[in-house]
């Protein structure tokens, strides 16, 4: 589905048809505009129309329609095709959902291709058309409005996952009793997801802000700067997360083996207590002939009173201990 095409001169929206043919037209006719189409999901006929009138390479197309690719910079002779992964996070499920966006950079258009629903690419399109002077420094504006849009998209997941390991954190250390290891591992399922979406853009990002990729304006770079200052923040809060995980699993499974710990010291008490009676019981259950005490007229009562003062005692003793 084509979502919007615009033609930009000098940072400022023609006023043309939104189509891919009347932008294709344009760049022909005009040499100082540029092009942007996006497209959300496009069948493949629609995609082989945006390549065909774009000169697109057959194998970043194939790619874009896939959408199954790592993040990655690739140049095809005169442009270049950025595939960047989209994250957002459903708070309900602990589960952070992945999309992506692939860039298609030429001298003069910009083709994006978007898969899933997070990181809309209309709101960055609408801030960027109210800045004209950035706007006017062309694709690759264009292209570092997109990296942000994403890159702060990361930001956002990053904070959500980081308020449920707080929720996590608080539940191991309570006093009740809980199970966490299953939302501690399914967190930290999420969190390698996001590993593999913001790792892989530091090395690109750091190449667009120091000017080491061919086809982005100098006038670009401090923009781009920005972006990897923030890749690089979420990055290494993306590793402490993961580091609060791991400990908040071993401090579960410490708790778990402790709780453990004391509920054999707690079936152990009752056990000895109950031993007492039991030994007595079994000792006077003999019926031996050779028993003075079973002649005896408080034989009973004093049986059951030293039955109950030793429980009594043991019981005094494991309190004091700690047992029970």
Request: net charge negative; glycine share 6%.
């Amino acid at each position: 589905m084509i979502v919007d095409c615009g033609v930009y001169s000098d940072g400022v929206r023609q006023d043309l048809a939104k189509d891919p043919e009347t932008v294709a037209t344009a760049l022909d006719d005009d040499g100082e505009c540029f092009g942007w189409v996006g497209l959300f999901e496009p069948s493949r006929a629609e995609m082989a129309r945006v390549q065909q009138l774009f000169d697109l390479h057959e194998l970043a197309v194939e790619d874009a329609v896939k959408a199954h690719q790592r993040p990655k910079v690739e140049r095809y002779g005169d442009s270049i095709v950025v595939v960047l992964r989209t994250l957002w996070y459903v708070d309900a499920e602990d589960a952070v959902e992945t999309g992506q966006v692939s860039v298609f950079v030429g001298k003069r258009y910009v083709v994006t291709v978007r898969h899933g629903e997070g990181a809309g690419l209309a709101t960055a399109r609408h801030e960027l058309e109210e800045r004209a002077s950035v706007l006017g420094h062309g694709p690759s504006a264009v292209l570092w409005a997109i990296c942000d849009s994403v890159v702060d998209g990361y930001e956002s997941v990053a904070e959500s996952v980081e308020v449920d390991i707080d929720e996590v954190e608080a539940s191991v250390f309570s006093q009740d009793r809980t199970s966490d290891a299953e939302r501690i591992y399914t967190l930290k399922r999420e969190v390698l997801e996001m590993r593999r979406a913001v790792l892989p853009l530091r090395e690109p990002m750091e190449a667009f802000a120091h000017g080491d990729v061919d086809g982005i304006v100098s006038e670009a770079r401090p923009f781009f700067r920005e972006v990897a200052d923030h890749v690089i923040r979420v990055s290494d809060q993306t590793e402490t997360l993961d580091a609060l995980l791991s400990s908040a699993l071993n401090a579960h499974l410490a708790r778990v083996s402790v709780q453990q710990n004391d509920d054999m010291r707690r079936i152990a008490a009752w056990v000895a207590i109950a031993a007492v009676p039991t030994m007595l019981a079994g000792i006077y259950g003999m019926n031996f002939e050779n028993m003075p005490e079973l002649h005896w007229y408080y034989g009973y009562y004093a049986l059951l009173a030293l039955m109950a003062l030793v429980c009594s005692s043991m019981y005094a003793g494991f309190r004091r201990a700690g047992w029970l």
